[in-house]
Structure formats: structure tokens, C-alpha cells
């Protein structure tokens, strides 16, 4: 991997001519920026600019320090600075300890001391540029997950959101959030992990409702080879997957009373054994769970554990559906076309004042989930790169389900939405090409062609 900057070497060496060729040879290297000392005093006046590596002769023949107390020194001040020891003597006790002090290699003088210097440099580059990598990608998650750009909008009742957000990413509190379906819980939980100490560990999500009942305990905590029929091999759970992370229970409130239990148990010891096994695996997790139902009614109904409902409670964070956020609704469309536009390669399309005006007569009951299923079908339907009143479809969008919940080209969403028209109005060609505004022809060529079943 080539640096994006020079590598800065700084060569400390006091026998002339084997400094000289060593500046000669690495300097072939146009990524390599050498400069050459012969004493211990020049070297450390200019050692402020902490270079990458320091090659240093073992023993100089200056100075009172040998090299064993100059690595010392370079280490206490520039702990990024790799040092690389360049010794006249194979002696096996040194090297040890100079690489238990920190030099990166030990290299002795000999005919092969050059090659062997530049695998070591070579090296340290991609160890360098892994560590770029690695930063950049840090960065970019922290970006991602950057609560105000993910959770989007600026009414009050989001900004209240904010706050809690961050309040709960400064510790390791339970959070619990509520809302109805569609506001963004997993969002939320993502930003929690992602802007908290643990957002190097894994973020671990699991749908609840999404599991049968007597699946689930095994998918969260795992089970031993023979366990039960079918079990051929060892499986780790959500629970041991999520260690040092974060684990989202996502509609805990469709969890049923026996696992309510354990789960409780594992709140309170922090640890869980594997279904057939007898080890006791500690965990050091933090939970976040989710839930579109009120847990206090579930409570008094005997559907839910009261002891678990307090354990789990920790930090309520409520979010507010979105017939709530005032004008969000207007930064999200907007975010969505931006979005949908350029996955699919499209002109930007913009909102007419009427359009706009409809979306905000509307009541979101599937809330975000669903303005972005408007919007993205809005987009489809518009004939140029202004999206009208009628292009947004709010009466039929909940009939249309899972249309764009797949990325596909734009002729193929074209496809799926005269299809479903087709279905809805029995057939009748005119009508559907009237409502959608397209020419008769176009749809009698699609089925002539079988992209469209009759």
C-alpha cells in the first residue's frame, strides 16, 4: 500500500561511510525521506519532527548513551516511532532486550543488512498505511453514525431525542425505546453503540417477533454439539456474539414469559450457558431493547414480567411518530429523493409546493418507513424532475407493501407498478394507462412482450 506522505527515516550511524550507504541505498526509495546524523546531540535537536523510523547504530562510538539508553529515550518521547537496531555484533540476550524496550527489528551488519533493512521498511509502510486505513474507517463511522445526520429533522420533539441520545452514550446504562413502528429504533439503538465506548465490539440486533418462540432461546444463547436433534456442531448465541458490544432485543414485548426469565437471569448475573452445555460464559454486554407496545400494560395483563419491566426500563427513550415532528416531514423527503436519486443514477427531483402541501394533510401512520415508501414511488412515478400532487400515491402506498423494498433498475419498478394497477383494476388497460398517464400502447407492447402477465 502505497503512503499517502514519504516516510521520514532518520539514520543515526557515527561510522561515515556505512551512514552514507545506508542514506544512498534507502534514499533509491522515492517514498523514503532520509536524513543522516553521526551524533547523538543532532539527532535529538531534530528528533521534535518524529520521524516514521530511526535506524541506530548500536554502538556509537559518540556520546556517553549507548543504544540500549538512546531507544529509551526515542520511546518516552515518540511511542509512534519505530526503531530499528543496526548492531556489529549477533548477540541474541541484546536483541531480546532491545525488542522488549521497543525496537521494532534488530538487524546485524552483514552482507545481507541492506535487503533485510528494506523488508523491515517495506513492512512498517503497510503496517502504516493499515493504520491510515483503520483510522479512516473509524472516522467514517463515526460520521455514519453521527446521530444529527442519521436521525434526521429539527423539531423539537427530535431534538429531545438528541439529548437523550447522547446522555445515554456516555454510559452503559440500559436504554429501553418505545415508539410506534416505522420512528426509527434501531437507528436509535445504532447511534447509542456507535457514539459509545463499546462502538469497536460488535452491535448485535435481533427481531423478537421476528423468531418462533421455540427457536429463540437457542438463537440467543446458543447451544452444544448434541444438544437435541439436529444439533451437529457447537453454535454461539446473539448474547456471546454481542461480548463487549451491544445486543438490541427488538420488540421485546413479543417475548414469552418462560424466556422472560432467563433473560431476566442474565440481566442480573451477566451470564449465560449454552442450551446442553454446563460452562458458565461471563459476558460484559450492554443492552438496549425496543418495543411498539406499552410493557406497563403488558405488566398488568400478566403478559409480562414485572421484575424484567425494571431491569429493562433503565433509560426510556420515547420517539415521537412522525404526524408529531412538524415540518421533518419536509427534510426527510428531501433526503430521501437525494438518496434514492443517486442510487439510481437519476436527476435530483424536487417537491412542488402542492406536493408538499398533500404529505403534510397526511397522517403517517406507518410513519418514516412509509414517507420514504412515498417518496421513492413518487420518484418512479413522475415523468420529469418535478414531483406533482399526483405522482404521490398516499391512498394506495400501504396497499403496495414491499414494491421498493428491493434496489432494482427503473424499467423494472416501471414493470412492478403497472403490474399492480393491472391487478388492481382487473385488467382494464384504458383505466390504468389514464391513472398512471401513460400511452394504452405502452402497456399492450409490455405484455406482447411478456414483461407483464395478463
Request: aromatic share 8%.
Amino acid at each position: 500500500m502505497k503512503p499517502t506522505k514519504p516516510l521520514k527515516i532518520f539514520i543515526l550511524e557515527d561510522d561515515l561511510w556505512y551512514g552514507t550507504m545506508l542514506e544512498h541505498y534507502l534514499s533509491l526509495n522515492p517514498d523514503y525521506q532520509v536524513e543522516r546524523f553521526d551524533s547523538e546531540k543532532t539527532f535529538f535537536q531534530k528528533l521534535p519532527e518524529q520521524p516514521d523510523v530511526v535506524t541506530l547504530d548500536y554502538s556509537l562510538a559518540v556520546g556517553e548513551a549507548d543504544g540500549s539508553k538512546i531507544l529509551k529515550k526515542i520511546k518516552e518521547r515518540y511511542t509512534d516511532t519505530a526503531v530499528i537496531i543496526i548492531s556489529g555484533q549477533e548477540e541474541i540476550n541484546t536483541a531480546v532486550e532491545l525488542l522488549k524496550l521497543g525496537a521494532f527489528d534488530y538487524i546485524v551488519k552483514d552482507e545481507d543488512t541492506k535487503d533485510r533493512l528494506w523488508n523491515a521498511l517495506q513492512h512498517l509502510q503497510e503496517i502504516k498505511g493499515l493504520k491510515k486505513e483503520v483510522e479512516e474507517l473509524k472516522n467514517e463511522l463515526k460520521k455514519t453514525y453521527d446521530f444529527s445526520k442519521v436521525i434526521i429533522g429539527q423539531s423539537i420533539a427530535i431534538q429531545r431525542v438528541y439529548g437523550l441520545i447522547d446522555k445515554a452514550s456516555k454510559t452503559n446504562i440500559t436504554v429501553s425505546i418505545t415508539g410506534e413502528t416505522g420512528t426509527g429504533k434501531e437507528m436509535v439503538a445504532k447511534a447509542i453503540h456507535y457514539n459509545s465506548i463499546r462502538q469497536k465490539f460488535p452491535f448485535v440486533a435481533i427481531n423478537v417477533a421476528a423468531i418462533p418462540p421455540e427457536l429463540l432461546e437457542s438463537e440467543l444463547f446458543g447451544y452444544e454439539k448434541g444438544a437435541f436433534t439436529g444439533a451437529n456442531a457447537r453454535r454461539i448465541g446473539k448474547f456471546e456474539e454481542a461480548h463487549k458490544g451491544t445486543i438490541f432485543l427488538d420488540e421485546i414485548g413479543e417475548m414469552d414469559l418462560h424466556l422472560q426469565a432467563k433473560i431476566l437471569r442474565v440481566l442480573q448475573e451477566r451470564e449465560i450457558t449454552r442450551i446442553g452445555g454446563n460452562q458458565v460464559i461471563p459476558l460484559d454486554i450492554r443492552i438496549i431493547v425496543a418495543t411498539n407496545k406499552n410493557l406497563l400494560k403488558g405488566v398488568e395483563k400478566k403478559e409480562f414480567r414485572e421484575d424484567l419491566y425494571y431491569r429493562l426500563l433503565g433509560m426510556p427513550i420515547e420517539l415521537p411518530p412522525l404526524r408529531e415532528r412538524g415540518n421533518d416531514f419536509i427534510i426527510l423527503s428531501k433526503h430521501f429523493i437525494q438518496s434514492f436519486c443517486a442510487e439510481n443514477r437519476l436527476p435530483v427531483k424536487t417537491l412542488t409546493p402542492e406536493s408538499i402541501e398533500k404529505l403534510k394533510q397526511y397522517n403517517f401512520p406507518g410513519n418514516i418507513r412509509e414517507l420514504k415508501s412515498i417518496i421513492e414511488l413518487a420518484i418512479v412515478m413522475s415523468e420529469n424532475n418535478i414531483i406533482q400532487p399526483e405522482d404521490i400515491n398516499i391512498e394506495n402506498i400501504s396497499q403496495l407493501g414491499n414494491l421498493l423494498s428491493t434496489e432494482t433498475s427503473l424499467k423494472e419498478y416501471e414493470k412492478k407498478i403497472i403490474q399492480f394497477f393491472l391487478k388492481k383494476y382487473n385488467n382494464d388497460v384504458i383505466l390504468v394507462a389514464k391513472k398512471l398517464d401513460i400511452g394504452k400502447s405502452t402497456i399492450y407492447r409490455m405484455m406482447q412482450n411478456g414483461e407483464l402477465i395478463k
